[in-house]
């Protein structure tokens, strides 16, 4: 559970909800899968991915689970290189606050 010092973000602007789409979009971009296709798969509409790639909509993790499967990735290998994407802006994010407090002295 989050203390008050470290809370969840709740936002899709969030970065780390940005990196989430942009994995969903480049797992099916990857495939060479439209919109139209991967809804297919999924039994759902364009519309549906068009909204969970630009952040409209939220997927639950059995979603996610379908999504990637419909994709030929497993979950947990897509799961696996979200948090490295996550990792990697959180560092660097860290960088580039450290080195604008020092240019702020």
């Given at each position: 559970?989050?203390t008050p010092g470290?809370r969840?973000?709740?936002?899709?602007?969030h970065q780390?909800?940005?990196?989430?789409l942009?994995?969903?979009?480049?797992?099916r971009?990857?495939?060479?899968?439209t919109?139209?296709a991967?809804?297919?798969?999924?039994?759902?509409t364009?519309t549906f991915v068009?909204k969970?790639?630009r952040?409209?909509r939220?997927?639950?993790?059995?979603?996610?689970?379908e999504?990637?499967e419909?994709?030929g990735?497993?979950?947990?290998?897509a799961?696996e290189?979200?948090?490295a994407?996550r990792?990697?802006?959180?560092?660097?994010?860290?960088k580039?606050?450290?080195?604008?407090g020092?240019?702020?002295?």
């Amino acid at each position: 559970m989050p203390t008050p010092g470290n809370r969840m973000p709740q936002s899709t602007h969030h970065q780390h909800y940005q990196a989430f789409l942009g994995l969903l979009r480049s797992l099916r971009e990857t495939c060479g899968l439209t919109q139209v296709a991967l809804a297919d798969r999924i039994g759902n509409t364009q519309t549906f991915v068009s909204k969970v790639e630009r952040g409209e909509r939220r997927l639950d993790v059995v979603e996610f689970a379908e999504w990637c499967e419909a994709l030929g990735y497993s979950p947990e290998s897509a799961f696996e290189e979200f948090l490295a994407k996550r990792k990697a802006r959180s560092t660097r994010s860290r960088k580039l606050a450290a080195t604008s407090g020092r240019a702020k002295q």
